[in-house]
Nanobody
Framework: QVQLVESGGGLVQAGESLRLSCAAS????????MGWFRQAPGKDREFVAA????????LYADSLKGRFTISRDNAKNTVYLQMNSLKPEDTAVYYC?????????????????WGQGTQVTVSS
């Protein structure tokens, strides 16, 4: 089992950057593929990015490719989401998620563990 805690959210202006972190408990973090999702007010939760446990592969939502970058540091049990050129439509609660498998996925239902989320608000 793994517990996830997100941090790094906040209020920024359009065009600025933020880096989100997700710290995982447990010694088996390296066994988990990790993902980031987000949920805007009044909308369903949507996939943002995912990374394999060995850092060999990443996957992004098509609309976010080029602005967002997912990375991980297995020695620190942490996964990151670097978000650049933020837009008001990026405003959402951002969640990290983990699945105990080698395969990354865009599907919310494929992930076994979730953090509580961190709020990102982008003003225009």
């Amino acid at each position: 089992q793994v517990q996830l805690v997100e941090s790094g959210g906040g209020l920024v202006q359009a065009g600025e950057s933020l880096r989100l972190s997700c710290a995982a408990s447990g010694r088996t973090f390296r066994n988990y593929a990790m993902g980031w999702f987000r949920q805007a007010p009044g909308k369903d939760r949507e996939f943002v990015a995912a990374i394999t446990r060995s850092v060999t592969n990443t996957l992004y939502a098509d609309s976010l490719k080029g602005r967002f970058t997912i990375s991980r540091d297995n020695a620190k049990n942490t996964v990151y989401l670097q978000m650049n050129s933020l837009k008001p439509e990026d405003t959402a609660v951002y969640y990290c998620a983990a699945r105990n498998t080698i395969v990354i996925s865009r599907a919310e239902y494929d992930y076994d563990y979730w953090g509580q989320g961190t709020q990102v608000t982008v003003s225009s």
